[in-house]
């Protein structure tokens, strides 16, 4: 009973905000956003840890799909949202921009250099190499982010780019379709699942995720509208509580696995993982943005960006930029990693300097793509593997089990 645990726990965490909502009760704004906020956490770790043990259960192909979908639902189910609002109320653009770059900024900054320096810390290795197959999430994050320089240009969200970044995701499902099977590398929890009988393993796999969906449905309305009256009701800059808070509470359990793989010395499982959230949130979750707002208004027209979300987006793009030049020799060092969390706090709270930050960002890309030559090579091979898939045979060692960490892209 033990080992399930956790799990016990994360039912627990959303079971008060269920039964304030069947009882019709009603808190003050801070309360609605923690018992909701928390509801959304619960769920978030239920849905992780069933989207691991249902890798026992589907094909490799389909594995990927629904993985990439549900790893993100709960970060969804707060900026859709207020896309859906932005269509009845144009003011509530501003909490979908803050969600959806806050969300991207946090992924980088905090968990792909969390992730490296957990991994230094526990194996004492300065250096994370990735293997040859690695390189289909950063060619997708390649098409993506240049696409996405687009957005602070026209200063819009529009169906168009709906289109385009939902067809960069697609291609990014067929890509990796086209690797090898490999044995999921279930921890903790999910481990644990993993072990029942395999009737109750599916009971309680769809269990969890009926349990998670039904909190997550009941609490992201609830949770967003509760920050933003929090921060209205504390003098706390709202977009900030939004662009930050939310991300935080929605996305703990990636951040959470990832660094467990990474203390357990298998760091490039858990900066992979980190990377393939980035491409889904950086291609499907902007792209859904404007359908539901054009679903929301009954309209097609594009959402239109103020100044300051034209900001985020830059900056936000700027980073994915300077990450992509980062990991180009699919090789991560612990000075990148440094790099990469230390521009990240210093924009946090010096919202007025980040157009300087975007621009230090792109001074950095460049320099590192002028300067490395390889890199772009790199670049070029990655963005490659997306639009020409070809299988890559997944290398095994004695017992069937993957080697981690060894194999890098020549």
């Not at 300065?126 to 993506?144: C, S, T, Y």
């Not at 706090?345 to 980040?354: R, W």
């Amino acid at each position: 009973m033990k080992r399930f645990l956790p799990v016990i726990l994360a039912v627990l965490a959303a079971l008060p905000w269920l039964v304030c909502r069947l009882l019709g009760l009603h808190f003050i704004p801070p309360v609605t956003a923690a018992l909701s906020g928390m509801a959304i956490l619960g769920a978030a770790f239920l849905l992780s840890w069933a989207a691991e043990v249902a890798q026992l259960e589907i094909s490799a192909a389909l594995a990927v799909a629904i993985l990439a979908l549900i790893a993100v639902l709960p970060e969804y189910s707060v900026d859709m949202y207020f896309a859906w609002m932005a269509g009845k109320d144009p003011s509530y653009t501003q909490y979908a921009a803050a969600n959806m770059t806050g969300a991207n900024r946090l992924l980088i900054g905090l968990g792909w250099s969390s992730v490296l320096l957990l991994y230094w810390w526990k194996t004492k290795r300065p250096v994370l190499h990735f293997e040859r197959k690695d390189a289909v999430e950063l060619g997708a994050l390649v098409i993506a982010t240049v696409y996405c320089f687009l957005l602070p240009i026209k200063g819009t969200l529009s169906l168009l780019d709906t289109v385009v970044l939902i067809a960069v995701f697609v291609m990014y499902i067929r890509a990796t379709s086209k690797q090898g099977v490999e044995e999921p590398e279930l921890i903790g929890p999910a481990e644990a699942l993993s072990t029942l009988a395999r009737r109750s393993r599916r009971t309680a796999t769809v269990a969890m995720f009926l349990y998670a969906a039904l909190a997550i449905l009941v609490s992201a309305e609830p949770f967003a509208e509760g920050l933003v009256h929090t921060g209205t009701m504390l003098g706390i800059d709202e977009f900030f509580l939004v662009q930050w808070l939310a991300p935080l509470a929605s996305e703990a359990p990636e951040f959470i696995v990832a660094a467990l793989f990474a203390l357990q010395g298998r760091g490039q499982l858990g900066v992979r993982a980190m990377i393939s959230s980035k491409v889904n949130q950086w291609t499907l979750l902007i792209g859904m943005l404007p359908l539901c707002y054009a679903i929301s208004s009954g309209s097609i027209h594009a959402m239109v960006l103020d100044h300051r979300q034209v900001q985020e987006v830059l900056l936000t793009v700027a980073q994915s930029a300077f990450a992509i030049a980062v990991l180009a020799k699919m090789d991560y060092t612990v000075g990148a990693a440094v790099a990469l969390m230390v521009l990240f706090l210093s924009q946090l709270f010096t919202p007025h300097l980040h157009l300087f930050f975007s621009i230090v960002y792109l001074v950095l890309t460049v320099g590192l793509l002028i300067v490395q030559r390889q890199r772009l090579v790199g670049v070029a091979m990655a963005v490659g593997n997306i639009l020409r898939p070809v299988p890559v045979a997944v290398e095994e060692k004695e017992g069937g089990a993957l080697q981690p960490d060894q194999a890098r892209l020549p």
